[in-house]
C-alpha cells in the first residue's frame, strides 16, 4: 500500500516508508516544506515522489531504542500552519440522514475547525477552552487535499482522525453548530496514497482513571456517505478562496455515531483511543478541558 508517516527526532524532520533494515526503521531527513515541493514535482505521482525523496537524502536507520524520541507529525502539514485549512461536513452519514425523519439538504452543512494549529496526532492532548457544553468525539475519514500553483485542488490521500465537537451547544441550539465545531482535532500521522476506503470498521473505548468508562463500535467509509464525494469536494471548491496558491486542506467526511448519541459524556482527563480495523491504526488522545 501507497503510504508513509513523518516525524521529527531531535529537533530534525523525517519521512519514512515504513521500510526497516534489521529492526532498524528506515527514514529520509527532509526541510519542512519541501515534501509539497517534491508532489508537485512528481506530479502527484506515488512512485516518483518516493524516488525523489529517496534521491534528495541519504537513508538513515533508527533503533527502537530511539521511538521515545521520535515526535509523530500530522501528514504533510506545512510548516506555516495558516497555510492549512482543517474542515469538514457534517450530518453526512446515511445512517443520521435517514433516521432525522427529516427532508434532507441538498447539500450537507461545511464546517471550518480551524488552520493547521488544531490539528494533533496520536498521543497528544486536546486542549478546549473554558465554557463548552459538552464534548464529543468522532471517527471519520480525513481527505487531504493540497492547492497546485494554478489554483486547481489535488486529492493526495486520505487519512483517520477524531472530530472534537461541541455536541451540547449544537443540541441546545442549531445556531452554535459552527461554533461548536471550532475545537482541536486529531488525525493519524499516516496518509494513504490512494481513494479512501468503501467502509472502515472500528471500536473508540474511553480511559478514565486507567480504566474503560465507555466502548463501541464504529463504521464509517464513502459507502456510509448519504453524499456523493465527489458532489461534496465540488462544491467546496467552487470558492476561489479555499483555492489559493499552496494551501494544504484536511476534510473530516463525517461520523455515523459517537459517545454522546449514546448516553456517555466525556469529562476533562479522560483518554480517548480510537482503532481503526482495517488500516490496522490506533489514534489515542487525553481530553484537557479549560478550567474544569
Not at 500552519?81 to 441538498?106: Q, R, W
Not at 443540541?171 to 500521522?189: D, R
Request: negative net charge.
Amino acid at each position: 500500500m501507497n503510504t508513509f508517516f513523518e516525524f521529527t527526532y531531535r529537533n530534525q524532520h523525517y519521512i519514512s516508508f515504513s521500510h526497516s533494515r534489521n529492526g532498524e526503521l528506515l527514514a529520509y531527513h527532509y526541510v519542512p516544506g519541501e515534501l509539497q515541493k517534491l508532489l508537485l514535482r512528481s506530479n502527484y505521482n506515488f512512485s516518483l515522489f518516493k524516488q525523489l525523496v529517496i534521491e534528495s537524502t541519504p537513508e538513515q536507520g533508527f533503533s527502537a531504542t530511539t521511538s521515545k524520541e521520535r515526535v509523530l507529525l500530522p501528514p504533510l502539514l506545512l510548516p506555516e500552519k495558516s497555510g492549512v485549512i482543517v474542515s469538514g461536513f457534517g450530518l453526512t452519514n446515511k445512517k443520521k440522514v435517514l433516521s432525522s425523519g427529516n427532508t434532507a439538504n441538498p447539500t450537507p452543512a461545511w464546517f471550518y475547525k480551524g488552520p493547521g494549529h488544531v490539528l494533533k496526532t496520536d498521543g497528544e492532548p486536546f486542549n478546549i477552552e473554558h465554557g463548552v457544553t459538552a464534548i464529543c468525539e468522532e471517527a471519520e475519514i480525513v481527505l487531504i487535499y493540497m492547492i497546485d500553483t494554478q489554483g486547481k485542488p489535488h486529492y493526495i490521500g486520505f487519512t483517520v482522525g477524531n472530530d472534537i465537537t461541541d455536541i451540547g451547544a449544537i443540541k441546545a441550539s442549531p445556531t452554535a453548530f459552527s461554533y461548536a465545531k471550532l475545537k482541536e482535532c486529531s488525525v493519524s500521522e499516516r496518509i494513504f496514497l490512494h481513494p479512501p476506503p468503501f467502509v472502515l470498521t472500528g471500536t473508540c473505548n474511553v480511559f478514565r482513571n486507567h480504566q474503560v468508562a465507555f466502548s463501541s463500535t464504529f463504521e464509517t467509509g464513502i459507502d456510509q456517505l448519504y453524499y456523493k464525494q465527489e458532489q461534496l469536494i465540488d462544491m467546496l471548491f467552487r470558492s476561489p478562496a479555499l483555492r489559493q496558491t499552496g494551501l494544504m486542506h484536511y476534510i473530516f467526511l463525517g461520523a455515523d455515531q459517537n459517545s454522546f448519541d449514546q448516553g456517555h459524556s466525556l469529562i476533562d482527563g479522560d483518554t480517548i483511543s480510537l482503532r481503526f480495523n482495517e488500516l490496522d491504526l490506533s489514534l489515542s488522545n487525553r481530553l484537557v478541558l479549560q478550567g474544569a
